[in-house]
Nanobody, 125 residues
Framework: QVQLVESGGGLVQAGGSLRLSCAAS????????MGWFRQAPGKEREFVAA????????NYADSVKGRFTISRDNAKKTVYLQMNSLKPEDTAVYYC??????????????????WGQGTQVTVSS
């Protein structure tokens, strides 16, 4: 199995930036699609971004396109989410997840097999 640990969350003013990291222990992440999701209080978990195992293909939710960038360093077993121009509506707990099954990026939480515990991102207005 793989354990995923997110870090880098915090409190930031609107317009600011944060970089989230997701570090894996256990099995390698090299062969797997990795995704970022978020969940705000009272809302369902929603897709943010995902990246193919090669890092060549990425997919983003419309709400974050042009502001967020997902990347990965397979040698370090780490996935990143660079978040710029943050808005109060980006406030949520952010989770990283690994899809052990598919090679095609999915935006559905049900496609992902392993999840981290989450890191809180709060954007003040």
């Amino acid at each position: 199995q793989v354990q995923l640990v997110e870090s880098g969350g915090g409190l930031v003013q609107a317009g600011g930036s944060l970089r989230l990291s997701c570090a894996a222990s256990g099995r390698t992440l090299s062969n797997y699609v990795m995704g970022w999701f978020r969940q705000a209080p009272g809302k369902e978990r929603e897709f943010v971004a995902a990246i193919s195992w090669t890092g060549v293909s990425t997919n983003y939710a419309d709400s974050v396109k042009g502001r967020f960038t997902i990347s990965r360093d397979n040698a370090k077993k780490t996935v990143y989410l660079q978040m710029n121009s943050l808005k109060p509506e980006d406030t949520a707990v952010y989770y990283c997840a690994a899809d052990f099954t598919r090679t095609i990026i999915s935006s559905s939480p049900r496609a992902y097999d392993s999840w981290g515990q989450g890191t809180q991102v709060t954007v003040s207005s």
